[in-house]
């Protein structure tokens, strides 16, 4: 990890763009976390698995899970703690505030009717994130949700380039933990950072040499073993339907 890392600095952000599933994934953020700490280097972590507002400045470095866990907000119903806290905690002994960066759920409703967010990228960019919604939820969504689905990608985005740009400090390092969409160059993060912020976005993927053919544009791809097959769609396919249930009681 040493010298994967070394071969991006110098940086203000290191944008870190996992497949949520893939446990080697939050393995290497650990590594990289404590390596940067290690070097006196990391500013701050920031989650996407938190929403903006919470943090764990006010903890001390000896703090407990549970203090963490509660000063982030932690859902474990949507993120699993046992997979992010290795990197997390790293980062709190070292005495590095994390810090949460997504947009609250609360927001959501708000942003979906948010026109001016479809200002914000250009309009290639804006289609082609509609288009990554489509194929994120299996072409299953129904047509007039994926303008209202796209405003909530875009808004997120916003959220946590709002908060790497509160957190950085002169040469030292921000670090992102996000999904991989969240990281692209053309779509995510990146175009709503200042111009004069020097960031790189590593991609972690899990499969092999032959499927790595990324069509998300990042500095740089880490490859890691494939993981078992997953019916991904299925599980989208459930969720939407049990949305529809609510809805309709």
């Known amino acids: 990890v040493k010298t994967r890392l070394d071969a991006l600095l110098p940086s203000d952000v290191l944008l870190i763009g996992e497949q949520h599933d893939a446990k080697e994934h939050q393995q290497i953020e650990q590594q990289m976390i404590s390596n940067l700490a290690g070097r006196n280097l990391l500013a701050a972590v920031i989650l996407e698995m938190a929403s903006v507002g919470t943090s764990t400045e006010e903890l001390n470095p000896s703090a407990t ?10 859902n474990d119903k949507r993120w699993n703690w046992a997979n992010y806290e290795p990197a997390v905690m790293t980062a709190v002994r070292a005495g ?9 759920r609360g927001q959501w409703r708000e942003s979906m009717v948010d026109r001016t967010l479809d200002t914000r990228l250009s309009g290639p960019a804006f289609k082609a994130q509609q288009q ?39 040469g030292k390092i921000v670090v992102l933990l996000a999904g991989d969409a969240h990281v692209e160059h053309d779509l995510g993060v ?19 040499d032959s499927m790595a053919v990324s069509t998300l544009p990042t500095d740089t791809l880490w490859i890691t073993p494939a993981l078992p097959h997953k019916n991904y769609c299925a599980e989208v396919e459930k969720k939407l339907a049990s949305r529809s249930a609510q809805v309709a009681r």
């Open 190 to 208: 990146p175009l709503h950072l200042r111009a004069d912020i020097k960031v790189k976005a590593i991609r972690l993927y899990a499969g092999n």
């Open 96 to 104: 590095v505030p994390v810090l949460g960066g997504n947009l609250p």
């Open 132 to 170: 990554a919604i489509r194929i994120g939820h299996c072409n299953l969504l129904p047509e007039n949700q994926i303008q209202p689905m796209t405003r909530i990608q875009i808004a997120k985005d916003i959220t946590m380039a709002d908060t790497i740009h509160q957190a950085i400090l002169p």
């Open 65 to 74: 899970e549970e203090q963490t866990r509660r000063a982030l907000n932690w």
